[in-house]
Nanobody
């Protein structure tokens, strides 16, 4: 089994910064893409940022220039540095990964973290 454990959510004022981190653990062969999604109340879950194991990154237009994703392949971690936060960034943020779990299975499997709540409010 694979577990993704997030940390770093909380309450911050508009214009402030937060850093989210996610660590993958368990039994697996390798991790392909890792990333962050978010879901605001009454909204669908949306991609925030993702990074491949080769370092390719993509971001939602709404966070470009404010958020930065980073990954440590050796530690199986991914982080999201969030700067200049806005009230509309308020959501539960979920870590996500595509994981290869067995040498006998060439498909990657999706895993999700439990979610980290981020609230941007004065």
């Amino acid at each position: 089994q694979v577990q993704l454990v997030e940390s770093g959510g909380g309450l911050v004022q508009p214009g402030g910064s937060l850093r989210l981190s996610c660590a993958a653990s368990g039994s697996f062969i390798s991790i392909n893409a890792m990333g962050w999604y978010r879901q605001a109340p009454g909204q669908q879950r949306e991609l925030v940022a993702r990074v491949t194991n080769g370092g390719g990154e993509n971001y939602a237009d709404s966070v470009k220039g404010r958020f930065t994703i980073s990954r440590d392949n050796a530690k199986n971690t991914v982080s999201l540095q969030m700067n200049t936060l806005k009230p509309e960034d308020t959501a539960v943020y979920y870590c996500h990964a595509h994981v290869y779990v067995s040498v006998w299975d060439d498909r990657s499997h999706e895993y999700w973290g439990q979610g980290a709540k981020v609230t941007v409010s004065s």
